[in-house]
C-alpha cells in the first residue's frame, strides 16, 4: 500500500506558475501508474496528468496540454506536477493519485482505476 500526500497549492495570479507535489509512503511507490486529478466546486473529478510506473510514458489533459508536465522520482518517492501559464479554470482542489494497475491509454483518465489518494491541495488562480 502507499500513503500520499499532496503540497505545493496556493493562490496565484492568471499566467503564474505553481510545482504541486506529491510524496508517497511505502516501497511500492516506484511500482505504481501515478496521476494528477482535479476538481472544482460543483463539478466530477478531472483527469489532469499520468505517468507509468518507470516514467517513460505520460499522458496530459487536452486542457492543460503543453502547460503542465507531470513527472515523477521513484528514488525520493515523489511525484510532481509543474503548471505554467495558470489560467482562472485551472481553479481547483488538486489530488495525486496511485494505481496498481498497468493503465492503458483508455483507462488511465479515469479516477476509478486509481485506489490511492491524497487528501488534495487548493490551486486558486486569481484574473
Known amino acids: 500500500q502507499v500513503q500520499l500526500v499532496e503540497s505545493g497549492g496556493g493562490l496565484v495570479q492568471a499566467g503564474g506558475s505553481l510545482r504541486l507535489s506529491c510524496a508517497a509512503s511505502?516501497?511500492?511507490?516506484?511500482?505504481?501508474?501515478m496521476g494528477w486529478f482535479r476538481q472544482a466546486p460543483g463539478k466530477e473529478r478531472e483527469f489532469v496528468a499520468a505517468?507509468?510506473?518507470?516514467?517513460?510514458?505520460?499522458n496530459v489533459a487536452d486542457s492543460v496540454k503543453g502547460r503542465f508536465t507531470i513527472s515523477r522520482d521513484n528514488a525520493k518517492n515523489t511525484l510532481s506536477l509543474q503548471m505554467n501559464s495558470l489560467k482562472p479554470e485551472d481553479t481547483a482542489v488538486y489530488y495525486c493519485?496511485?494505481?496498481?494497475?498497468?493503465?492503458?491509454?483508455?483507462?488511465?483518465?479515469?479516477?476509478?482505476?486509481?485506489?490511492?489518494w491524497g487528501q488534495g491541495t487548493q490551486v486558486t488562480v486569481s484574473s
Open positions: 493519485a496511485g494505481s496498481t494497475l498497468r493503465l492503458i491509454a483508455s483507462e488511465i483518465s479515469k479516477p476509478g482505476n486509481y485506489g490511492y
Open positions: 505517468i507509468n510506473w518507470s516514467g517513460s510514458n505520460t
Open positions: 511505502g516501497r511500492t511507490f516506484r511500482t505504481y501508474t
